[in-house]
Structure formats: C-alpha cells, structure tokens
C-alpha cells in the first residue's frame, strides 16, 4: 500500500513568486487535506478536497487556492509569496469526507526570502 | 471553533521513565488522533481513539469523550521516543483541529 506523497520536500521563493505544492493520497482514500505548520506551532488547516471539490476552508486568504484531480492527488497553490507563508505544508488523506483518519506525508518545507 | 490544550507543553525525561500527556478539548467531538512528529516534520499516527482505551506496544491512549479529555501514555521511554506529540481533534463535520503539542526529549 503506497502512503502519501508530497513534492518537493523543500523549497525556496521569494517575496511575490508564486509556489505549487504536490500530493498524492494513499491509495483507496478519496479526501485530501492541506495544512500549514509554522515553527513551533500545531498545524492549521487551509482546506479540504473531496471528489475533486473544495470541501471545507479554514482561515486562510484567497491566495492560497487548490485542486483535486480524478486520481485524488491534489495541488496546494499559493500567490503572492509572504514572508510568513514560510512554514511546513502537509497534506494528508483520509478514506472519507469529514469521519476519516488523517494519514499525513513527509511535509513540503516552504522558505520565503 | 474548538478550543485544544496539551499539557505539558515541555517534557524532560530520563530514558527508561514512564509519562503522561494530557489533552482536553472544549466541545464534543467525533474523531480525535495521536501523532508524533519527527524530527524531519513528518506527523506519524500513533492512535486514532474518539473514545475508549487502545494500547500499541509501549505506548497506550485513553480518551474520555463525556468529559473531554484524552490521555497518551508512553512507558520505559526510549531516546527515539524524543519529538513532539499533538493530539488533533474533529467537531462532527468540521476540520481537525490541533493542539499545540507536548515537546518530549528523552535523555539517554
């Protein structure tokens, strides 16, 4: 069974570049979920995708938008770089909308110069 | 939304002792997680428990959902057992929620 996958494990922008963050769910799960890890700090959910639909969003700009294709990998895209968009950016997917366990990837390192 | 506390939020301890994480969480929930984050920032599920008790190895959880709280218990830790711990809570329907983490270094 192949876990979750995210690319690149790390990266480097600068301030207004825009980024393109990668996952593929673990295979028979269908909802894949965005977070964002600052240093020191729990993770904060951006948004949740299910059947290829935004399903659910946390606190978090339009900036930051995403995408789910038919083979549930998913794409966190981010606009206008900040610096404190700096952080961890994981994703992990769960066999069902809003009832699954999360099952989480290595993580995409995002540093902003 | 829902509100997450983990205590303690620093833990030092010897190899070989035994500890106890706490996590309450101020309304009801459907689903709540265990994870230990390596050093390398990938979040590993030690338990998925919304109620009861469960026990893998060393390591044990209890939640008790009536009353808000759950509990991670690690035994004869080890130095690899060294990261932080997070416990992620769901609100029917809602996202997961996560708490700020219990740090844990244990000394060999």
């Known amino acids: 069974e192949t876990g979750v996958t995210q690319s690149p494990t790390h990266l480097i922008k600068t301030r207004g570049q825009q980024v393109t963050l990668r996952c593929s769910s673990q295979?028979?799960?269908?909802?894949v979920s965005w977070y964002q890890q600052a240093l020191g700090q729990g993770p904060q959910f951006i948004f949740q995708?299910?059947?290829?639909?935004?399903?659910g969003r946390g606190n978090f700009p339009p900036r930051f938008s995403g995408l789910q294709f038919p083979n549930y990998s998913s794409e966190l895209n981010v606009n206008a770089l900040e610096l404190d968009d700096s952080a961890l950016y994981l994703c992990?997917?769960?066999?069902?909308?809003?009832?699954?366990?999360?099952?989480f990837g290595e993580g995409s390192r995002l540093t902003v110069l | 939304g829902i509100q997450v506390e983990q205590s303690p939020p620093d833990l030092i301890l010897q190899e070989g002792a035994n500890s106890t994480l706490r996590c309450n969480f101020s309304?009801?929930?459907?689903?709540l997680q265990w994870f230990h984050q390596n050093p390398w920032g990938q979040l590993i599920n030690l338990f998925y428990?919304?109620?009861g008790t469960k026990q893998n190895g060393r390591l044990s959880a209890t939640t008790v959902a009536t009353e808000r709280y759950s509990l991670l218990y690690i035994s004869s830790s080890q130095t690899t057992d060294s990261g932080v711990y997070f416990c992620a809570v769901e609100n029917y329907g809602q996202n997961f929620v996560f708490g700020p983490g219990t740090r844990l270094s244990v000394l060999p």
């Open positions: 295979s028979g799960h269908n909802t």
């Open positions: 309304d009801s929930v459907n689903n």
């Open positions: 428990i919304p109620s």
């Open positions: 995708y299910y059947r290829e639909e935004e399903n």
């Open positions: 992990a997917s769960s066999p069902w909308s809003g009832t699954g366990e999360l099952f």
